[in-house]
């Protein structure tokens, strides 16, 4: 037989066992920041603020052509953005500063212009 005290504690463990999970996974999710590479050789949008030190999920996704990103500053590898598969990178910025992030495939006549400023 359960002891008054041992199926106290036992209730209050099972209890806060069904809630603290949900709290831990929201509170773990980092915001996401959608970045679109167009047919028309633009990042949509062209410039994303970010803060030092805050977790963070850049999205990529490609409407048209094939584009690339990369940035060491930001923990960026050389990536493809490829229609209809989009890559995401979760990162917490560790500097503070200006960050142009080219294009790195050539994708069209206005390739030179298309950046992201992060």
């Not at 980092?30 to 803060?51: C, E």
């Not at 953005?81 to 006549?109: E, W, Y």
């Amino acid at each position: 037989m359960l002891q008054p005290k041992a199926l106290i504690i036992g209730l209050a463990f099972i209890a806060g066992f069904a809630v603290v999970p949900n709290a831990a996974f929201a509170a773990k999710q980092a915001p996401v920041v959608n970045v679109t590479a167009t047919a028309d050789q633009t990042f949509s949008p062209n410039t994303v603020t970010l803060h030092r030190g805050k977790p963070v999920t850049l999205r990529f996704q490609s409407t048209g052509g094939v584009h690339g990103i990369t940035s060491t500053d930001l923990g960026i590898p050389a990536t493809m953005i490829m229609p209809n598969k989009p890559v995401s990178f979760a990162l917490t910025p560790r500097k503070t500063g200006t960050f142009v992030l080219p294009c790195t495939i050539v994708c069209g006549a206005h390739h030179a212009d298309m950046h992201l400023t992060v």
